[in-house]
Structure formats: structure tokens, C-alpha cells
């Protein structure tokens, strides 16, 4: 299989706390994404880091690439209860860039 | 403007029958998606629309898998004689042609098989 893994596959944390989630991948990729999924429904696309990254900021969010030891990490810094979700990265294949290959998701719980 | 519809939102059927899922993409994304979640688990990508081009069917996992695409916008996923380890979410995406990248999705549609 050439899906990812994410760790920890549970998270919970108390609000206002930071939140980190990891995912390895195991080809070469271009770009790899998160996404976050509320309730076991639609993902919502959250960032995108290209492989010649090393890091983005979006808001609350801070990814990082290592492409090296192919992993990335999400950071939810200063975390809210609506960060309750479940989240996932992703990374296209490089034969076919709209095939995404997912992680198994990390799911975080923020305690009010 | 709108996002990606999916409907029914829920289906329960029994073992044996067919099921038919719509998916509506964002107007004017000529790349269309679908993709299967089991509970619990990270998406499994089944099969691709870009245009008039022939998809990509590599993903669907059996001869009772098939989906089609009218027009170039509405899409249907159909499951005949329907197993039980059909039960998933199914969810669809679509995203404009030239950035198949980043993938839109809708709710999903959630079917048990009993």
C-alpha cells in the first residue's frame, strides 16, 4: 500500500494548548497537503507545501517538510474546541498528480 | 458560490441491491472525483473525470463498481448487487482542470449494506 501513516492516531488537549500531528509518506512527492474532516464527512483543504518547502504558515497552522526523512508535520497553535476534527494529510502521486494518497488521519479532540 | 453537493446524505439497503450516488461539482471544474472512506480509515481514491477525457478507472475494486459523468458535470457512482463491505462513506471532489491538486469535496454520502 503506498498510504501514508499518521501519528498519534488520537490526540487530546485542552484549549489554547498547541496541537502537533506528524505523517510519514513513502514516495517522492511534489507537494504533500492536510486536509480536515468534521463528523466523518467532507474534507476541507487547509494547506499546501511544495517538496522545495521547508515550511508555510497559514494563520493557526505551521507545516513542515522533510523531505529527506519524508514526513510533515501540523501545528495548531493556541487550539479552539472547533478544532475538534479529524485531520489528514495527503500527497498526489507522481505518475498521476490528481490521484491524492492519504494518511489514516489523526483525530483530535480539544477540551473546552 | 456553492460548493460540491452530494445526495442522498445517508442510504441503508439491503445486500443485493443496486445504489446510485449523485455528485454535483462546482460549476465549471471539468475534474471530478470519487473516493471511498471505510470507518476509521483514510480515503481510498476510485476513479477520475477530467473533461471528455476517458477516466481513470484503476481505483473501483470490482466489476459491480461503475460511475459515469454527463455532460461533463453531474456524476454517478452506481453499486450493484451491493456487499455488506460496501458499507463506507463515499465522497466526491472536483476541482478546475488546470490545479487537479487541490480537491474540493462535498459532504459524502454515508451507505450501510445490511
Known amino acids: 500500500s503506498q498510504q501514508g501513516e499518521e501519528d498519534p492516531q488520537a490526540l487530546s488537549i485542552q484549549e489554547g494548548e498547541n496541537a502537533t500531528m506528524n505523517c510519514s509518506y513513502k514516495?517522492?512527492?511534489?507537494?504533500l497537503q492536510w486536509y480536515r474532516q468534521n463528523s466523518g464527512r467532507g474534507l476541507v483543504h487547509l494547506i499546501l507545501?511544495?517538496?522545495?518547502?521547508r515550511e508555510k504558515h497559514s494563520g493557526r497552522l505551521r507545516v513542515t517538510l522533510d523531505t529527506s526523512k519524508k514526513s510533515s508535520s501540523l501545528l495548531i497553535t493556541a487550539s479552539r474546541a472547533a478544532d475538534t476534527a479529524s485531520y489528514f494529510c495527503?500527497?498526489?502521486?507522481?505518475?498521476?498528480?490528481?490521484?491524492?494518497?492519504f494518511g489514516s488521519g489523526t483525530r483530535l479532540l480539544v477540551r473546552p | 458560490g456553492a460548493g460540491v453537493s452530494q445526495s442522498p446524505s445517508n442510504k441503508v439497503t439491503e445486500k443485493g441491491k443496486d445504489v446510485e450516488l449523485r455528485c454535483d461539482p462546482i460549476s465549471g471544474h471539468t475534474a471530478l472525483y470519487w473516493y471511498r472512506q471505510s470507518l476509521g480509515q483514510g480515503l481510498e481514491f476510485l476513479i477520475y473525470?477530467?473533461?471528455?477525457?476517458?477516466?481513470?478507472k484503476s481505483g473501483l475494486p470490482s466489476d459491480r463498481f461503475s460511475a459515469e459523468r454527463t455532460g461533463g458535470s453531474v456524476s454517478t457512482l452506481t453499486i450493484q448487487r451491493t456487499q455488506q463491505e460496501d458499507s463506507a462513506v463515499y465522497l466526491c471532489a472536483s476541482s478546475p482542470g488546470d490545479r487537479v491538486e487541490t480537491q474540493y469535496f462535498g459532504p459524502g454520502t454515508r451507505l450501510l449494506v445490511l
Open positions: 514516495t517522492s512527492i511534489n507537494n
Open positions: 495527503a500527497n498526489p502521486r507522481m505518475d498521476s498528480s490528481y490521484k491524492l494518497i
Open positions: 473525470f477530467q473533461g471528455n477525457s476517458a477516466p481513470d
Open positions: 507545501i511544495r517538496s522545495n518547502e
